[in-house]
């Protein structure tokens, strides 16, 4: 991250390891359940080629129980690396996110733009002794009728610790409000 002209970092923050948990149902289940769909096709349409000229039930099961699983673990490293290029900064001038490895993402919201920080822990986070932080742009409204529709601008997942970054975003917020620089 090129920080801007007067700009300090005044918080980095990175996930913690139990995000993982989360991203185990979220992220990497689906990719294992997506290879095991795929092992099933693949090695039931082999039936069909090496067998008695049928889908093969027998071979796509097997085909399930074998690359099912290697997809699951490839999923669970993509995350575990995924979660390594996490970095959230809060600075006097914006908060930034940045990460990923298929598609690396830097996004920045300044603070005149921000309407809202919501610090959020649904009952998984809670047993994990986690929580995510989310900030809000006029698009983006915490406070719209539908939750459905609540999708935050940036979405700092994964944090042990939320209350002292959202004081200092909030501290920026009200000097920034009173003062308009």
Not at 8 to 36: D, Q, Y
Request: aromatic residues 12%.
């Amino acid at each position: 991250m090129k920080l801007q002209e007067g700009e300090e970092i005044l918080h980095e923050l990175r996930p913690e390891r139990a995000v993982l948990w989360i991203w185990l149902f979220s992220k990497a289940l689906p990719i294992g359940l997506a290879g095991g769909v795929v092992g099933f096709v693949l090695f039931g349409l082999l039936g069909i080629i090496f067998s008695f000229g049928g889908f093969s039930f027998i071979g796509g099961i097997a085909g399930a129980v074998i690359v099912g699983p290697g997809f699951l673990l490839l999923g669970m490293i993509y995350c575990e690396f995924l979660r390594r290029t996490y970095v959230y900064y809060i600075t006097n001038q914006r908060c930034v996110f940045h990460g990923g490895i298929i598609r690396r993402i830097e996004r920045s919201v300044h603070y005149h733009k921000v309407t809202d920080v919501e610090m959020s822990q649904h009952i998984i986070e809670r047993i994990l002794g986690i929580s995510t932080l989310n900030i809000f742009t006029p698009g983006t409204s915490s406070r719209l009728g539908d939750s459905s529709l609540q999708k935050a601008e940036i979405s700092f997942v994964g944090l042990k610790d939320n209350e002292s970054p959202a004081e200092t975003i909030n501290g920026i917020l009200r000097k920034f409000r009173a003062t308009g620089e």
